[in-house]
């Protein structure tokens, strides 16, 4: 027969029960889920065994686990600003309109909460664009005064 120090290191010793055989495992790692909810996400990995060890060969111990960085691959949901102050009336009676204005502070991706999601108000008196970023409302909806010539003293 073929002694164990003659055989390559990366043949399966089946047919040898008494070689040592260490851990031999796969270049690729096949990743699960990210984990999206941690400060710092993590996707843990496996590298699958190729060859278990036997009898006094090294065994695979935790290097067939692998984590690595995904944030990049997590939802980030838009924000925006919170709305300005709003603008003078554009009408001092007779009703007008006055705007205010908010800005996108952090862009959506990844399957993030889109801005548009923040179009929606409960008053219905308040039109929000839909852009979501101006927001309009009326203003001085009272009557104008009218001028009336002054009576004249009779003499």
Known sequence: GVAC?????????????????DCLLATSVTFGECDC????????GTKDVVLEQRNNGTECGANDVVEEDC???CPVD???????AFSACSATCA??????????????????????????TADPSV????????ETETCNDVPCQVATDAPTAAP
């Open 5 to 21: 120090e003659d055989l390559p290191t990366f043949q399966n010793f089946t047919n040898y029960e008494g070689c040592d055989q």
């Open 37 to 44: 909810d941690l400060d710092s996400p993590i996707r843990s």
């Open 71 to 73: 944030a990049d691959t």
């Open 78 to 84: 838009c924000v925006l600003s919170e709305f300005g």
């Open 95 to 120: 009703g007008g309109i006055r705007t205010r204005t908010r800005n996108v502070l952090v862009f959506p991706d990844n399957g993030g909460v889109a801005c548009t999601s923040f179009c929606r």
């Open 127 to 134: 039109l929000i664009t839909d852009d979501c970023l101006v």
